[in-house]
């Protein structure tokens, strides 16, 4: 498959268990990628899983820091030109204490992990698709947005701004070519999960695989008319 051949593909969290599903899936279908994250040594290693022949670039960036964003979109744009799909992969998750125990620094770290991040990103990418006719977003929200969850306020409060967000961009540009979606996982089948829930049934868990699949349907031609939706990927759980 080469639907997305010449096409210039940009995964944040690119060492991670998801954006590295995520880059190899683009990678099967002919795009150029650029893998962006924090961790240098976790980005070699994702570079490692793709074939010899894809065109990566790899790309060491802070997503809290708004200079740093704006080198990353400058690097790509002068290395691969300009960017038709931001896949915002980026973001963690840490159970906290009860709300009103909760720290500012506890508050901050989901809130920038999982929202600022994704800001930061699409503030730096969007004007380059304005300019080019047109892009594709696509956002990782989680589950956890739609309802509360004792001791995990901060996550869920993130994960919901991350949807806000979808839904703000995908208004604001939907005029101009430029599709915005997230999508909402449940439990995400890694190693991580599975150490910390070792009596779980990894079989209703989700697959990176299996989400990658629709984030790569999310910026593909085939989703041409989907746009501000988050889109719930649950498994069986």
């Given at each position: 498959?080469?639907?997305?051949?010449g096409?210039?593909?940009?995964?944040?969290?690119?060492a991670?268990?998801?954006?590295r599903?995520?880059?190899?899936a683009?990678?099967?279908?002919?795009?150029?990628l650029?893998?962006?994250?924090l961790?240098?040594?976790g980005?070699?290693?994702?570079?490692?899983?793709l074939?010899?022949?894809?065109?990566?670039?790899?790309?060491?960036?802070?997503?809290?820091?708004?200079?740093?964003?704006a080198?990353?979109?400058d690097?790509?744009s002068?290395?691969?030109?300009?960017?038709?799909?931001?896949?915002?992969?980026?973001?963690?998750?840490?159970?906290?204490?009860?709300?009103?125990d909760?720290?500012?620094?506890?508050?901050?770290?989901?809130?920038?992990?999982?929202a600022?991040?994704?800001?930061?990103?699409a503030?730096?990418?969007?004007?380059?698709?304005?300019?080019a006719?047109?892009?594709?977003?696509?956002?990782?929200?989680?589950r956890?947005?739609?309802?509360?969850?004792?001791?995990?306020?901060?996550?869920c409060?993130s994960?919901?701004?991350?949807?806000?967000?979808?839904?703000t961009?995908?208004?604001?540009?939907?005029?101009?070519?430029?599709?915005v979606?997230?999508?909402?996982?449940?439990?995400?089948?890694?190693?991580?999960?599975?150490?910390?829930?070792?009596?779980?049934?990894?079989?209703?868990?989700?697959?990176?695989a299996?989400?990658?699949?629709?984030v790569?349907?999310?910026?593909?031609?085939?989703?041409?008319?989907?746009?501000?939706?988050?889109?719930?990927?649950?498994?069986?759980?």
């Open positions: 498959m080469s639907e997305f051949a096409k210039v593909v940009l995964v944040t969290g690119a991670g268990n998801l954006g599903a995520v880059a190899a683009f990678a099967a279908r002919g795009a150029r650029a893998l962006v994250d961790n240098e040594g980005l070699a290693a994702a570079r490692e899983d074939p010899a022949d894809c065109q990566v670039e790899l790309i060491p960036t802070n997503l809290l820091q708004a200079d740093s964003v080198a990353c979109v690097t790509v002068s290395k691969l030109g300009g960017i038709d799909v931001l896949a915002n992969i980026a973001g963690g998750f840490t159970m906290g204490p009860l709300l009103h909760t720290t500012d620094k506890d508050w901050d770290f989901m809130m920038n992990l999982n600022r991040s994704v800001f930061n990103m503030r730096a990418v969007v004007p380059g698709m304005l300019a006719g047109g892009g594709r977003i696509v956002n990782v929200s989680a956890a947005a739609r309802e509360g969850k004792a001791k995990m306020g901060p996550y409060a994960k919901a701004a991350v949807i806000t967000l979808t839904e961009l995908a208004a604001e540009h939907k005029h101009a070519g430029i599709n979606n997230c999508i909402l996982p449940g439990t995400i089948d890694t190693p991580q999960n599975r150490a910390d829930m070792p009596d779980a049934d990894y079989s209703k868990w989700v697959p990176t299996a989400l990658a699949d629709v790569v349907f999310l910026a593909a031609e085939a989703s041409r008319c989907v746009t501000g939706a988050a889109i719930p990927v649950y498994g069986q759980s």
